[in-house]
Nanobody
Framework: QVQLVESGGGFVQAGGSLRLSCVGS????????MGWYRQAPGNQREWIAT???????NYADSMKGRFTISSDNAKLTVYLQMTSLKPEDTAMYYC?????????WGQGTQVTVSS
């Protein structure tokens, strides 16, 4: 089974930017989609955006504008560029991969935005 590793989280001041990465452990020949989610303490996991092997991207309406997802399909890697970060963006950010009927989650990377 493909494993995912997220990186790029950390501490940032409000208004700053971060770029998260999610790397899959092996290539996938078929179709897939990879998405970013986040979960703050006491809250449900929230979908941010998804990129597909076909090159399309989709965003949650509330995430449009400050978050940009991109992918390197050859490397089974997706990125999440986050700008104008706010304290309410503080959360654990997770990557999710769906392929061949399987769904895989990464371990998450923490993003903390200070005011």
């Amino acid at each position: 089974q493909v494993q995912l590793v997220e990186s790029g989280g950390g501490f940032v001041q409000a208004g700053g930017s971060l770029r998260l990465s999610c790397v899959g452990s092996e290539s996938i020949l078929g179709t897939w989609d990879m998405g970013w989610y986040r979960q703050a303490p006491g809250n449900q996991r929230e979908w941010i955006a998804t990129a597909t092997s076909g090159g399309t991207t989709n965003y949650a309406d509330s995430m449009k504008g400050r978050f940009t997802i991109s992918s390197d399909n050859a490397k089974l890697t997706v990125y999440l560029q986050m700008t104008s970060l706010k304290p309410e963006d503080t959360a654990m950010y997770y990557c999710n991969l769906n392929y061949y009927g399987s769904s895989v989650w990464g371990q998450g990377t923490q993003v903390t935005v200070s005011s």
